[in-house]
T-cell receptor, first 115, second 116 residues
Framework: AQKVTQAQTEISVVEKEDVTLDCVYETRDTTYYLFWYKQPPSGELVFLIRRNSFDEQNEISGRYSWNFQKSTSSFNFTITASQVVDSAVYFCALSEAHTGNQFYFGTGTSLTVIP | GAGVSQTPSNKVTEKGKYVELRCDPISGHTALYWYRQSLGQGPEFLIYFQGTGAADDSGLPNDRFFAVRPEGSVSTLKIQRTERGDSAVYLC??????????????FGPGTRLLVL
């Protein structure tokens, strides 16, 4: 079973629009971490955020914000006022305490921002 | 400082050949990870090193895959008798290895392997 589901395969938005990328996870652990990475066309995964299971506070970093809701097992990512440079594939990942250090990645959401 | 580096960036080989992929982690990072990313998919875990030892190799698909990290820094992923299905991007990541579990992993640019 997929531990991390990113149901949106591809999204296109016009520049300056807001966009939300969905991430739903599945785990039986009470201690776990969630991550978001950006993969631009160059291919390198760029770390965006790390959140532990005990901290449900939403986080904002510039135009990026994250909404963590344990009740729905979701960790959604919103880009406000999108820019062309935001075009990339975005991955959500889960790391569980009992399975150690391996990350479980979703299948990614390809975001295209149209100028 | 320098990030994770991987060589070669691209590798084309023929079915049945042996290949080695190299990863140089961020200086001082004791934890090192290998992942494989197929087209249109997310990375899939292969193996994790803490220092010189493989702490978790549960993701290696079969015994044709092997990885080493003899001095606790550079790691080499070795694939014997390559098959066309091995074609993918092989990603390496490292983390400090100090805080225990669930550290942020920092990824290299990957090696694109194509088996003809």
């Amino acid at each position: 079973a997929q531990k991390v589901t990113q149901a949106q395969t591809e999204i296109s938005v016009v520049e300056k629009e807001d966009v939300t990328l969905d991430c739903v996870y599945e785990t039986r652990d009470t201690t776990y971490y969630l991550f978001w990475y950006k993969q631009p066309p160059s291919g390198e995964l760029v770390f965006l955020i790390r959140r532990n299971s005990f901290d449900e506070q939403n986080e904002i970093s510039g135009r990026y914000s994250w909404n963590f809701q344990k009740s729905t097992s979701s960790f959604n990512f919103t880009i406000t006022a999108s820019q062309v440079v935001d075009s990339a594939v975005y991955f959500c990942a889960l790391s569980e305490a009992h399975t150690g250090n391996q990350f479980y990645f979703g299948t990614g959401t390809s975001l295209t921002v149209i100028p | 400082g320098a990030g994770v580096s991987q060589t070669p960036s691209n590798k084309v080989t023929e079915k049945g050949k042996y290949v080695e992929l190299r990863c140089d982690p961020i200086s001082g990072h004791t934890a090192l990870y290998w992942y494989r990313q197929s087209l249109g998919q997310g990375p899939e875990f292969l193996i994790y090193f803490q220092g010189t030892g493989a702490a978790d190799d549960s993701g290696l698909p079969n015994d044709r895959f092997f990885a080493v990290r003899p001095e606790g820094s550079v790691s080499t992923l070795k694939i014997q008798r390559t098959e066309r299905g091995d074609s993918a991007v092989y990603l390496c990541a490292s983390s400090p290895g100090l805080a225990g579990l669930q550290e942020t992993q920092y990824f290299g640019p990957g090696t694109r392997l194509l088996v003809l």
